[in-house]
C-alpha cells in the first residue's frame, strides 16, 4: 500500500497562490470627486474711478447683466464706439429692437426735424467672431451741441450662458480693445479743408470695465 505524504507550504507562497485565486481581502474603491459647483448666473463690480467706464445698471438680473457706458463728467462729445471681448460662458444679449445696442437718449441720433419713420439712425451693434462685440452710437448733426458724457450714454449687456459648464466662482476676463469718441470740437466749422478733415477725426478712448464672475 502507497502512502500519500503531505508537504506543508510557505507562509508567502500560500498568500500568492490564495490571492491568483481570488482570495485574500480588497480595499473599497476610492470615491468618486464631487461634482464641481456649477454657475447658475454673473457677478459684475463696478470700476473704481470717474473716467470712461462700463457700470452696473439697476435693471440687471442675475443672468442678465445690463452694463452702462458713462463718461467724465463735464467733457462733452458726439458720440462713442467700442469693441468689447467677451469670454466662454458670456453672449451679448439683444434689446427689443434686435440690437446689441440700446439708446439712451442722450445724443441725437436722427437729423434735426426729421418726422421720417424709415430714416436710418446713427446707431450700430453686432457681435463677430471671437465674441467680438462692436457698438457705436453717434450724433447725426454736427452743428447740433455736443453732450454731456457724465451720464448713461448707452447700454449693452451681457447674457449667461448655461451650456459653457462654468464653475461657480469662476473669473470671467472682460477686455476693450479699441474705443474712440467724437470730440465737441468736431462740429467747428471752417473753410480750411485740411483742418476740416483733421477735426473730423475721432480721439480714443480708455474704458475701464468691472470684474465679473460666475457664481
Known amino acids: 500500500m502507497r502512502i500519500r505524504t503531505l508537504s506543508l507550504l510557505s ?12 482570495g485574500g481581502s480588497h480595499s473599497a474603491a476610492p470615491a468618486p470627486a464631487p461634482a464641481p459647483n456649477p454657475a447658475q448666473g454673473l457677478t459684475y463690480t463696478n470700476p473704481t474711478g470717474s473716467g470712461w467706464r462700463l457700470v452696473k445698471d439697476p435693471s440687471s438680473t442675475t443672468t442678465k447683466i445690463v452694463l452702462n457706458l458713462v463718461g467724465p463728467a463735464g467733457l462733452k462729445t458726439r458720440g462713442v464706439g467700442f469693441n468689447l471681448q467677451a469670454p466662454a460662458g458670456v453672449t451679448f444679449a439683444a434689446f427689443s429692437d434686435g440690437l446689441p445696442i440700446h439708446d439712451t437718449g442722450v445724443y441725437q441720433l ?45 447700454q449693452i449687456a451681457l447674457q449667461f450662458d448655461a451650456a459653457a459648464g462654468l464653475k461657480a466662482g469662476t ?19 471752417t473753410d480750411d479743408l485740411w483742418t476740416l478733415d483733421k477735426k473730423m477725426r475721432m480721439t480714443d478712448l480708455s474704458i475701464a470695465v468691472g470684474t465679473l464672475t460666475a457664481n
Open 110 to 154: 436722427q437729423a434735426l426735424g426729421s418726422t421720417d419713420p424709415s430714416e436710418p439712425l446713427a446707431i450700430t451693434g453686432g457681435v463677430k467672431k471671437g465674441n467680438l462685440l462692436s457698438v457705436g452710437i453717434y450724433q447725426k448733426d454736427r452743428d447740433q451741441a455736443a453732450q454731456d458724457s457724465g451720464v448713461a450714454l448707452c
Open 171 to 189: 473669473a470671467l476676463t472682460l477686455s476693450i480693445p479699441k474705443a474712440k469718441a467724437i470730440p465737441e470740437d468736431i462740429g467747428a466749422t
Open 11 to 22: 507562509p508567502s507562497l500560500a498568500l500568492l497562490l490564495g490571492l491568483a485565486c481570488g
